[in-house]
């Protein structure tokens, strides 16, 4: 079974600072990891995803995350935030292959300030 | 292009009465998902498919119920509307290089 767990409901940032939205995972196979955002009263859009390839992923709007199996993380980062990062983040798991459940984890709130 | 639509985007109902929100996918992929948003709990998963007619239970399934009769669409349907089923739903559909592709919504208030 796999499981998500972001640490931090709520993170606010300053315009310009460094953006780290934690990210953990449980699964008792190789795993496929996501991360979504959510801007208001709008469906998830995909960031950026790790299907065991490079271990740092690359998403768009400067986002960058990085598997750590010893960790067992998937943390998100950008290093400088922007006003329009202001959104809901989801971190999501499923199973390695094309069939298995899409969980997720409960959503970090960012906030930037100006 | 490809798309996932989801229909009604607002949907007001009573408590007791039947509701179906339908979720149709032109992706062509075999998984299909449904979920409920609300405040606190992230998404929740309701049901799921990987293929014409399978279906399976989510975490959340009691009172809801899916049917899958082509690759396209995947109706969900809520037996008998309680207030506790108001929330936003979304359907998914995936994977393929975009990873799961998610539709627009649907609002749903139970009265």
């Known amino acids: 079974a796999q499981s998500v767990t972001q640490l931090g409901s709520h993170v606010s940032v300053s315009e310009g600072a460094l953006v780290l939205l934690r990210c953990n995972y449980s699964s008792s196979v190789p795993p496929y990891l996501f991360w979504y955002v959510q801007y208001p009263n709008q469906g998830l859009q995909l960031l950026l995803k790790?299907?065991?390839?490079?271990?740092l992923v690359k998403g768009i709007n400067g986002f960058e995350a990085e598997f750590k199996k010893s960790e067992t993380s998937f943390h998100l980062t950008k290093p400088s935030a922007h006003m329009s990062d202001a959104a809901e983040y989801f971190c999501a798991v499923t199973r390695s292959g094309n069939t298995g459940k899409l969980i997720f984890g409960q959503g970090t709130t960012l906030q930037v300030k100006p | 292009d490809a798309e996932i639509t989801q229909s009604p985007r607002h949907k007001i109902t009573e408590t007791g009465r039947q509701v179906t929100l339908a979720c149709h996918q032109t992706w062509n992929h075999n998984n299909m998902f449904w979920y409920r948003q609300d405040l606190g709990h992230g998404l929740r998963l309701i049901h799921y498919s990987y293929g014409v007619h399978d279906t399976n239970k989510g975490e959340v399934s009691d009172g809801y119920s899916v049917s899958r009769s082509n690759t396209e669409d995947l109706p969900l349907t809520l037996e008998s509307a309680a207030s506790s089923q108001t929330s936003v739903y979304f359907c998914?559909?995936?994977?393929?290089?975009?990873?799961?592709?998610f539709g627009s919504g649907t609002r749903l208030t139970v009265v």
């Open positions: 790790y299907t065991s390839a490079a271990t």
């Open positions: 998914a559909s995936g994977p393929d290089d975009y990873g799961y592709t």
